[in-house]
């Protein structure tokens, strides 16, 4: 950044407490290029002047006048960031990655980012690989073949830094002598260990270090979850090594392929349990250990996905006709059913169910809500 004076309003406004990213974008847009003043002037402008040009709310001048208070804190912290070799780049910045601004827009395009290595990297073509913590085998294989491909392409390999899949996808891509963004779910303060490991490869212009949150936040999983779409966003194509059907990769996939953006997914094995096939059925683009597209082999399996969510369909249809009739423990529902799941699959999908009610007895029960057998007797006349 061209004028260190400005990084401890950057830091102030990127941090607004209780602010959505697009309303902070928004007011970043209004102060920059609407009004053309720096964030220093804005700063320094009375609350008059702030309500009258930037067309702001009782409640948000007051939340701004309370964090300009840590301005001078701010102003140290800036001065520690700038002392370890850091850099901050603001959304307005020609040094800002474009692929990111694009692929998330002014709703959820990232204020300011965190930076340690070399910047060109976020204007290079890249790729995402995506998976669960605890891959198997077969998607750690996946991710480092689809790794070492990228690098013979001089691809960028995007990394959220998590154990399994995104561990690989950045030893992979530094293994094939490629380059890596590694995205942070933590502030980059506090990355001190990943900075002392990874040194070597960040001296040689090979990794870059990126966070979106405040220098000092430590890890959290809130913090993981909102770090999922920022590695989506670095990435112009994004390969799938293995998903659950809950958690951060199948969200993420979810919400890219609703945004239309072109997944790739490694077409699972006939043994395998995990939800690829659900995603290929949901609109990804089927891929082979190797990465590359296959899409007749992948109709079986979407037919075999679409057989399986008509069966388990119509055994929710079952339990929930049952429990019209009376009240019944997990185990009593099996059996009145005659169905091949679990008494731990059916307490969750009942506990889930929003018009079943749970019984907390031992062993718990379950009925369905009063207002719904009201409404299905209603239906029925």
């Not at 890596?180 to 270090?209: C, H, M, R, W």
Request: zero cysteines; charged letters at 25%.
């Amino acid at each position: 950044m061209k004028q260190h004076t400005e990084i401890p309003y950057w830091i102030t406004i990127a941090h607004l407490p209780r602010w959505k990213t697009e309303r902070i974008n928004r007011l970043i847009i209004s102060i920059v290029h609407d009004n053309k003043i720096s964030l220093e002037t804005f700063f320094n402008l009375d609350t008059k002047k702030w309500k009258d040009n930037f067309e702001l709310s009782e409640k948000e001048i007051y939340q701004l006048t309370e964090a300009k208070k840590d301005l001078p804190n701010n102003s140290f912290l800036a001065e520690d960031i700038l002392s370890q070799g850091f850099e901050i780049i603001p959304i307005n910045s020609p040094e800002y990655s474009k692929i990111l601004k694009h692929n998330l827009k002014t709703r959820y395009s990232p204020p300011v980012l965190y930076v340690k290595g070399n910047k060109q990297i976020m204007h290079e073509n890249s790729i995402a690989i995506v998976g669960s913590r605890k891959a198997d085998d077969i998607s750690l294989t996946f991710t480092n073949n689809v790794a070492q491909e990228a690098t013979k392409q001089y691809k960028v390999v995007v990394s959220g830094f998590a154990k399994g899949v995104d561990k690989q996808a950045l030893d992979s891509s530094l293994k094939y002598k490629g380059q890596s963004i590694i995205v942070l779910p933590q502030g980059i303060l506090t990355f001190k260990s990943g900075i002392k490991k990874y040194y070597k490869q960040i001296a040689e212009g090979d990794v870059l270090v990126v966070s979106t949150f405040h220098p000092k936040a430590t890890w959290s999983v809130g913090l993981a979850m909102a770090r999922n779409p920022i590695i989506y966003g670095f990435a112009k194509e994004i390969y799938v090594a293995q998903s659950e059907n809950k958690g951060g990769t199948w969200s993420g996939v979810s919400d890219g392929l609703k945004k239309g953006r072109k997944i790739f997914i490694r077409l699972p094995e006939n043994n395998e349990k995990n939800a690829n096939a659900q995603l290929i059925s949901k609109g990804a683009i089927p891929v082979n250990l190797k990465g590359e597209i296959i899409i007749e082999e992948a109709k079986k399996v979407i037919e075999k996905q679409k057989q399986f969510n008509r069966k388990t369909e119509d055994i929710e249809e079952k339990i929930l006709v049952t429990l019209s009739y009376g009240i019944f423990s997990s185990k009593e529902i099996i059996k009145k059913t005659n169905i091949d799941w679990t008494t731990r699959k059916v307490t969750g999908f009942l506990k889930s169910h929003k018009d079943i009610e749970t019984i907390n007895k031992k062993p718990l029960h379950f009925k369905k809500r009063t207002n719904s057998i009201i409404q299905r007797s209603m239906f029925a006349e």
